[in-house]
């Protein structure tokens, strides 16, 4: 069944922007202005590359409530580009000065596209990916039917008033028509996964494009279009692909090069974290197929062995303090330590992400009983 892959689009459009760049039609360091008329609150100076890596600092319009508001009034509107333009408020920061997660600078890279090739975004993502690689699931919402196989989702359809239903066919052209760029690709897992395998083996864009779009400046998880998951995120293996979220779905495409392996997830859910935990798994039973050994090496990593070390310090914490006779401190300290080492090996978060509110605990704890100590009276000398 087909379902919408969400912000995944957004790795589709940057890599036809590098294909047309390999070709010569444009270039990333272009100015947004070469393409584009100018739009408030959206600097000229921009660059096509800072668009493809959220370095733009331009403001993402889902934060703006009334489009939200207009969203829901208005379900069988379709908003031209220029219209999700003018709910941009002033950005962030100015360009290439910092790291900020937008819609915008997709919706304007697509606009950048049918520019720069005078046709439809979904004319060439046809022409230059979906029929190449037999892609025969793929759509792009609005431009094409949609799927007649789609997956249903249930959801409150963004009311917020305690509903679940089944939402699969209730308009949605205004949600679709706002998310133009960044998001609006259907398709099945199976094409999901040929996508995600053909984009690291040179069958879209060339070694040296992969390369541009596994870039991660600054220590950023962002590259162009491409994210590199965390390991713990992937349980301990190096990922590198692109998760995104819709009306009622939730998708992630991953790619693991030490094992040469693509992985898709689709889940008809949004919210959770059912599908991460899916490529997890996924990932970790295909790799132990494939190479056991590997799967072991693959989590030899610095968080989980100081989560096994936090967890192990708090236990003898504890058997120290029974055994000197005074438990309280040390038997709470224990339970702490234990207590974060649990939840980052199980939850999969960073450790450092557990012991900041677990370190603010013990020193609160700690202040209490030395204020206590110092109130108490003298002992009697007699």
């Given at each position: 069944?087909?379902?919408?892959?969400?912000?995944?689009?957004?790795?589709?459009?940057?890599?036809?922007?590098?294909?047309?760049?390999?070709?010569?039609?444009?270039?990333?360091?272009?100015?947004?202005?070469?393409?584009?008329?100018?739009?408030?609150?959206?600097?000229?100076?921009?660059?096509?590359?800072?668009?493809?890596?959220?370095?733009s600092g331009l403001f993402m319009f889902w934060e703006n409530q009334k489009i939200w508001d207009d969203l829901i009034?208005?379900?069988?509107?379709?908003?031209?580009p220029e219209e999700v333009l003018g709910y941009l408020k002033a950005p962030h920061f100015a360009p290439g000065k910092?790291?900020?997660?937008?819609?915008?600078?997709?919706?304007?890279?697509?606009?950048?596209?049918?520019?720069?090739?005078?046709?439809?975004?979904?004319?060439?993502?046809?022409?230059?990916?979906?029929?190449?690689?037999?892609?025969?699931?793929?759509?792009?919402?609005?431009?094409?039917?949609?799927?007649?196989?789609?997956?249903?989702?249930?959801?409150?359809?963004?009311?917020?008033?305690?509903?679940?239903?089944?939402?699969?066919?209730?308009?949605?052209?205004?949600?679709?028509?706002?998310?133009?760029?960044?998001?609006?690709?259907?398709?099945?897992?199976?094409?999901?996964?040929?996508?995600?395998?053909?984009?690291?083996?040179?069958?879209?864009?060339?070694?040296?494009?992969?390369?541009?779009?596994?870039?991660?400046?600054?220590?950023?998880?962002?590259?162009?279009?491409?994210?590199?998951?965390?390991?713990?995120?992937?349980?301990?293996?190096?990922?590198?692909?692109?998760?995104?979220?819709?009306?009622g779905t939730m998708a992630y495409m991953i790619y693991l090069p030490d094992h040469d392996v693509s992985i898709a997830?689709?889940?008809?859910?949004?919210?959770?974290?059912?599908?991460?935990?899916?490529?997890?798994?996924?990932?970790?039973?295909?790799?132990?197929?494939?190479?056991?050994?590997?799967?072991?090496?693959?989590?030899?990593?610095?968080?989980?062995?100081?989560?096994?070390?936090?967890?192990?310090?708090?236990?003898?914490?504890?058997?120290?303090?029974?055994?000197?006779?005074?438990?309280?401190?040390?038997?709470?300290?224990?339970?702490?330590?234990?207590?974060?080492?649990?939840?980052?090996?199980?939850?999969?978060?960073?450790?450092?992400?557990?012991?900041?509110?677990?370190?603010?605990?013990?020193?609160?704890?700690?202040?209490?009983?030395?204020?206590?100590?110092?109130?108490?009276?003298?002992?009697?000398?007699?």
């Amino acid at each position: 069944m087909a379902f919408a892959v969400g912000s995944i689009t957004k790795n589709m459009v940057a890599a036809m922007l590098l294909q047309l760049a390999e070709e010569g039609k444009l270039s990333l360091e272009d100015p947004i202005s070469k393409w584009l008329p100018p739009y408030p609150h959206v600097e000229g100076t921009i660059t096509i590359r800072q668009l493809l890596s959220h370095t733009s600092g331009l403001f993402m319009f889902w934060e703006n409530q009334k489009i939200w508001d207009d969203l829901i009034k208005y379900r069988e509107k379709q908003f031209s580009p220029e219209e999700v333009l003018g709910y941009l408020k002033a950005p962030h920061f100015a360009p290439g000065k910092g790291y900020h997660y937008s819609n915008t600078n997709y919706l304007l890279a697509a606009m950048i596209i049918t520019r720069a090739r005078g046709s439809t975004l979904s004319t060439e993502f046809r022409k230059r990916f979906w029929e190449p690689l037999g892609l025969t699931s793929a759509r792009l919402a609005l431009e094409e039917p949609y799927p007649e196989n789609l997956a249903h989702v249930w959801g409150d359809n963004y009311e917020k008033d305690g509903s679940y239903r089944d939402i699969t066919f209730l308009p949605r052209v205004s949600h679709d028509s706002i998310t133009y760029g960044s998001a609006g690709v259907f398709m099945t897992a199976g094409d999901l996964a040929t996508w995600t395998h053909a984009l690291f083996h040179g069958k879209v864009i060339n070694q040296q494009s992969l390369a541009k779009m596994q870039t991660f400046a600054g220590g950023a998880a962002y590259g162009l279009g491409l994210e590199r998951f965390r390991r713990l995120t992937t349980g301990g293996m190096k990922a590198y692909g692109h998760g995104g979220g819709n009306i009622g779905t939730m998708a992630y495409m991953i790619y693991l090069p030490d094992h040469d392996v693509s992985i898709a997830v689709m889940v008809n859910h949004f919210g959770g974290d059912s599908a991460s935990r899916m490529v997890r798994d996924i990932g970790k039973i295909t790799v132990f197929h494939l190479k056991p050994l590997a799967l072991f090496l693959s989590i030899w990593n610095v968080e989980l062995w100081m989560s096994i070390a936090w967890l192990l310090f708090g236990v003898g914490a504890g058997i120290v303090g029974i055994r000197k006779k005074k438990p309280l401190v040390p038997i709470l300290i224990g339970t702490l330590m234990i207590a974060s080492g649990v939840i980052s090996m199980v939850k999969g978060l960073e450790l450092h992400v557990v012991l900041f509110p677990m370190g603010a605990l013990l020193g609160a704890l700690g202040l209490y009983l030395f204020i206590r100590r110092i109130q108490m009276p003298p002992p009697n000398p007699t």
